[in-house]
């Protein structure tokens, strides 16, 4: 078997605070969150066209990705693991690790016309690991390495004691079935989707809960890196910084333009992120296999100048006669996106390294969500309102 890159580097990363190593996940897990809409638009973003791609469309794009062979990680739903992990061997002669999401917290239950997003996030497990790792319910110590062996575990504080505490009990009972089993994890800390009171600085606060949650966790026990919303430099380089046995990492979030994807990359290497997992913005890229060997480039230093990436990628879509969503000068403009799943509860707007909120990821939500859950537009100003909407309309595309 082809040894794993993501083995490389996480090895040399902990062997050496200078590496300058990156892993690059795709996530295409989306039907873990979306339904009909999982799989993005065919073909994506125009206008005119409303057919969804089907599940076996969007299979046949992780194939190409694999087969590409640029990304460190192919993140996927338990059940397309079984398919192409387990069934077609995808993985056998492939440096790329399968990895299939472990559970499915409620603010990532998005069917169309649903309010879960909106309501605080309870823990919630859909998938069984060793159905991710052989493929029924029950396995053999050889038949556990016929599937994955990585998983994300998900969890969203929304500072709320009893919300928060049977997130981590339902946490704590995962890890010890995983750590039983041989089951790897990386963790991935969603920002606040509901907060009962307002959170000044969410940056230190979700750097805190990961320090205070690892902390009594020691061994084979701890996740492999992490995965979190990218709240700015200094965040960044205070989690990076604090313990180097914990490899940080971003998630993408809502597509936005290319600049927004090659600049978040790119400032939060920087600043010491190691990792990145990108779904939408990948996903609904106008092709994916370039785009993904752009942000290849960036994650190795190949390329240095986001703005730079934007322009051969544009080159790129001219040789394949692609037309681009956006003109290279719109493309190479930052926009407001959403870091959460439904929309979600933060947004981001990169600007040379800082955002329309002085460099601060602010909460949008903390005062403009009724008691039962649902957003109160008579609280938002009309630029809220247009923003809330866009992104119920961005979590078609993951």
């Not at 205070?238 to 993408?252: E, K, M």
């Not at 001219?318 to 979600?344: F, N, V």
Request: hydrophobic share 40%; charged share 25%.
């Amino acid at each position: 078997m082809v040894t794993k890159s993501l083995d490389q580097k996480l090895a040399r990363i902990l062997a050496d605070p200078a590496s300058k190593d990156f892993i690059l996940a795709d996530a295409k897990d989306a039907d873990m969150a979306y339904g009909m809409a999982s799989a993005g638009k065919s073909p994506e973003h125009h206008a005119h066209e409303g057919r969804f791609r089907s599940l076996a469309e969007y299979r046949e794009l992780i194939r190409q990705n694999v087969k590409q062979g640029l990304v460190d990680i192919m993140l996927m739903s338990a059940s397309t693991n079984d398919v192409l992990t387990i069934k077609e061997k995808l993985f056998e002669n492939s440096a790329v690790t399968p990895a299939a999401r472990a559970n499915d917290t409620t603010d990532i239950h998005l069917a169309m016309g649903g309010v879960y997003p909106a309501q605080p996030s309870r823990p919630f497990r859909t998938a069984v690991i060793d159905h991710i790792m052989c493929g029924k319910v029950e396995c053999s110590p050889e038949e556990r390495k016929l599937g994955a062996n990585l998983g994300l575990y998900s969890v969203t504080f929304n500072n709320n004691l009893d919300l928060d505490l049977r997130t981590l009990e339902a946490y704590k009972e995962f890890r010890i079935e995983a750590e039983r089993k041989g089951f790897r994890h990386f963790m991935e800390v969603f920002d606040p989707n509901a907060v009962q009171a307002s959170i000044p600085d969410l940056g230190r606060f979700i750097n805190d809960m990961i320090a205070r949650t690892l902390a009594g966790v020691a061994g084979k026990g701890r996740p492999v890196f992490l995965k979190i919303a990218y709240h700015g430099p200094a965040a960044m380089e205070q989690l990076a910084s604090y313990d180097r046995t914990l490899v940080p990492g971003i998630l993408g979030g809502s597509s936005g333009t290319t600049f927004d994807a090659f600049f978040q990359l790119w400032e939060a290497r920087k600043y010491g992120a190691r990792a990145a997992l990108y779904g939408r913005m990948i996903n609904n890229s106008e092709h994916q296999l370039s785009f993904i060997e752009h942000l290849r480039g960036l994650a190795d230093g190949k390329i240095d100048d986001p703005a730079e990436a934007v322009k051969s990628y544009h080159g790129a879509l001219q040789k394949l006669g692609i037309r681009p969503y956006r003109s290279l000068e719109d493309d190479l403009k930052s926009s407001k996106r959403a870091t959460a799943y439904g929309g979600g509860a933060t947004a981001v707007v990169v600007d040379g390294g800082k955002n329309k909120e002085g460099g601060k990821t602010v909460d949008k939500k903390a005062n403009t969500i009724k008691a039962n859950g649902e957003p109160d537009f008579s609280k938002m100003t009309a630029a809220e309102k247009i923003a809330w909407n866009k992104a119920r309309r961005d979590r078609i595309f993951k």
